[in-house]
């Protein structure tokens, strides 16, 4: 008898609990229900950078940053088709003849430009900024890698949304393409699925690949990028996605073909993979700081409701360990936080390409 009053007691108290639990993610909902309606009745329209249209035809340069690619440099230049006005080899560093094979084998359809091993990012800087004193704004930078694994008949669509007017900066999806991340590695398969989640919210913007550096830009973004900031090594894509995104340019993911050979890669991937995540991970409280407490252009009803809902949800994991219903508050204000940002990250974006 005193068994059977124990067990319904417990019952009792776990409903109460989940009653408890429910009524305060139900309130939640209502009060972030009524900040969206409010928002959205608000001129969405206001603040929109404005776009300027390229004039004249549109210079296409292709980036090629090389370290000891020997092998492969000649196949990869002889690759790109004859449509690119100008290739640039970004020689970072190279102990091997690699800046002597991509010269003899450009020919007049390019230049070599040597660096003393400023990583893979400082060579796209530099390649970047040679492409625009030689053509100006009105052209678009793609960055190939010189050890073939990107295709160089993927080109045409990785410039396309730039030529269109519809986006800033372009980047490769192996997972677009019909083939797959065909020969990725498994490790390397779940690695960029976590830095492309880590990505998507410190750049305000859904990436599916992160780590693939086929990528074009405009001539107008790299002239108006900030230089003095930059991410030298490896990370760079990450760090360039999640700058780019927190400033409100406009991004897509256009499908490209998956290529593994002989190469060999330089990364040191545990180290790689936990200096690339603390990065993003700041990145991702410095755009909600950003978006959400100095912008002068975020909707105050917004910044409220952002605000509530981030660190109201940390909160309400605290608290799991004591009251576990409080995971369902944890979860409802991260699920609408992530809806509330989604609109936001359109909005700076005009709505084109977010």
Known sequence: MTETRSAKSRARTTAEAILSAWSRATNTIRIVRRFYNLWMNDSVGSGFKDRIASQGPMRVVVVMPARDEAELISSSIDAIPPSVDWIIVVNDGSTDDTAKIAIETLGGRGEVVSTEGVGVGGAIQIGSQ??????GEDCVVVVMAGDGQMDAGDLPRVIQPIQ????????GNRWLHP???????????????WLSRLTSLASGVRVRDS??????????????WDWSKNWQGYGYPNWWL????????RI?????K????SEKSGIKLPRFFFSVSWMLWLGVWRRGIDWYIRSKSTHFALKIAACTLWFGGWSALFWTT?????????????????????????????????
């Open 258 to 261: 998956s290529i593994y050979g």
């Open 322 to 354: 004591q009251e576990p219903m409080s995971a369902l508050v944890f979860f409802a204000s991260f699920f609408l936080l992530s809806m509330l940002d989604h609109k936001e990250s359109k909005r700076r974006r005009g709505n084109i390409g977010a």
């Open 164 to 171: 269109e007017g519809l986006a800033d900066h372009v980047k």
């Open 242 to 249: 999640m700058e780019a995104g927190r400033q409100g340019f």
């Open 179 to 193: 083939d797959g991340p065909r020969g990725m590695p498994w490790v390397r398969r779940i690695g960029t699925w």
């Open 252 to 256: 897509e993911e256009v499908p490209v």
């Open 130 to 135: 040679y492409a625009l004193a030689k053509y």
């Open 211 to 224: 780590q693939c550096g086929y990528t074009a830009t405009s001539g107008q973004m790299i002239a108006a």
